[in-house]
């Protein structure tokens, strides 16, 4: 157990939709990352938040967006959701060290 | 734009083998190098880290090299076990705390 939680563990929805990914980092690590994997592909950086404040921004479309709330969660926003925005979407949270990883949301969009 | 490049996309060695994974990257502003192992349908699992100030560290099994100079980092398994068969992920990070990974190396274990 990583100590990130993230909910729910699994997404089906349509397109044109927009569904909210929540994650829960590690007590005391104020980093959060999201990163993105498609089938086949490696992890791809989305988005960093610090303490609240985006840190670092990576290939993260118009229709996405995050949030870092005064508690650490975070949540994701997928809107508008097109079929190949299906796949795994992981949070990490991090401190001095490493980052760890939650177990990942798998969107699934049809 | 791939700054940290994983090469080989699988490896294949027998138990008891030396696994050698590699890893170079491009970017020389990284000072933090990581290697994580992947389960399918799971969230990455941090392995063993190296600062820029060290050229090895070492973690029972797993030792992780790093050569700056050629900006290329490797992580070495001894022995090699079944249940380590897994994708590895080489990740590189910078003062800015973001962590660019790598592509992933499939990493098979024949009993």
């Known amino acids: 157990d990583s100590g990130v939680t993230q909910t729910p563990k699994h997404l089906i929805t349509a397109t044109g939709q927009r569904v909210t990914l929540r994650c829960s980092p590690r007590?005391?690590?104020?980093?959060v990352y999201w990163y993105q994997q498609s089938l086949d592909q490696g992890l791809q950086f989305l988005i960093q938040y610090y303490n609240g404040e985006e840190r670092a921004k990576g290939n993260i479309l118009e229709r996405f967006s995050a949030q870092q709330f005064p508690d650490l969660h975070s949540e994701l926003n997928l809107s508008s959701l097109e079929l190949g925005d299906s796949a795994l979407y992981f949070c990490?949270?991090?401190?001095?060290?490493?980052?760890?990883f939650g177990q990942g949301t798998r969107l699934t969009v049809v | 734009d791939q700054q940290v490049k994983q090469n080989s996309p699988s490896l294949s060695v027998q138990e008891g083998r030396i696994s050698i994974l590699n890893c170079d990257y491009t970017?020389?502003?990284?000072?933090?190098f990581l290697w994580y192992k992947k389960y399918p349908a799971e969230g990455p699992t941090f392995l063993i880290s190296i600062s820029s100030i060290k050229d090895k560290n070492e973690d029972g099994r797993f030792t992780v090299f790093l050569n700056k100079s050629a900006k290329h980092l490797s992580l070495h398994i001894v022995p090699s076990q079944p249940g380590d068969s897994a994708v590895y992920f080489c990740?590189?990070?910078?003062?800015?705390?973001?962590?660019?990974f790598g592509k992933g190396t499939l990493l098979t274990v024949n009993p």
């Open positions: 970017n020389s502003m990284f000072d933090y």
């Open positions: 007590s005391g690590d104020l980093s």
């Open positions: 990740a590189a990070g910078g003062s800015n705390y973001k962590l660019t």
């Open positions: 990490a949270s991090r401190g001095d060290g490493p980052a760890f």
